[in-house]
């Protein structure tokens, strides 16, 4: 089974809407990470949530965290054409030292 | 600070060839990851290395694989012989301490493989 499974695979908006992708995982978690990656580039940290946290905000960003129905959500607000990527969430077990990647939600802004 | 890189950022192969990927994490990171993402899917683990030692390779897929961090400094990973679904992206990554502590990994801009 897969942890940190993002819904959905695939979004198109137009320029200025907001985006919303959700993230599901299956096992107890320290902390939940958003990553964004442009086509043909490499990963780009964008925000960190703890277990002990529910939402964070950065920038245009934010994120939600429900640890009792393990899921988390990255809200992209007033998007852009330059939000065109694919947005990963990984998490970090309790007591693990890695992160462990979903699927990836495929978003395109279009201007 | 330079961040993580990587080397080379795109190999063609043909299956059955060697493959040598280098990794230079950020300097002072004790913690180096090897991830991989294939033919579009999820991104999977394949190892961490703490200094030089492995301490954690349940993700290589085979023994075609093999990744080394000498010195605890620089990492490599070859693939040896290269099949065809070995293509796809080879993140690696880095961080100081670990990401339990809520610490962030960062990644290079991978070295894009492709096998035919």
């Known amino acids: 089974s897969q942890q940190g499974e993002e819904d959905p695979q695939a979004l198109s908006i137009q320029e200025g809407e907001n985006a919303t992708m959700n993230c599901s995982y299956k096992?107890?978690?320290?902390?939940l990470q958003w990553y964004r990656q442009n086509s043909g580039r490499g990963l780009v940290h964008l925000i960190l949530?703890?277990?002990?946290?529910r939402e964070k905000h950065s920038g245009r960003l934010r994120v939600t965290l429900d640890t009792s129905k393990k899921s988390s959500s990255l809200l992209i607000t007033a998007s852009r054409a330059a939000d065109t990527a694919s947005y990963f969430c990984a998490t970090v077990e309790t007591s693990g030292s890695r992160l462990t990647f979903g699927e990836g939600t495929q978003l395109t802004v279009n201007p | 600070e330079a961040g993580v890189t990587q080397f080379p950022s795109h190999s063609v192969i043909e299956k059955g060839q060697t493959v040598t990927l280098r990794c230079d994490p950020i300097s002072g990171h004790d913690n180096l990851y090897w991830y991989r993402r294939v033919m579009g899917k999820e991104i999977k683990f394949l190892l961490h290395f703490v200094k030089e030692s492995k301490q954690d390779e349940s993700g290589m897929p085979n023994n075609r694989f093999l990744a080394e961090r000498t010195g605890g400094t620089y990492s490599t990973l070859k693939v040896q012989p290269a099949e065809l679904e070995d293509s796809g992206v080879y993140f690696c990554?880095?961080?100081?301490?670990?990401?339990?502590?809520?610490?962030?990994?960062?990644f290079g801009e991978g070295s894009w493989l492709t096998v035919v």
């Open positions: 949530i703890r277990s002990n946290e």
């Open positions: 096992t107890s978690i320290n902390n």
């Open positions: 990554a880095s961080s100081q301490d670990s990401p339990g502590d809520g610490n962030t990994i960062y």
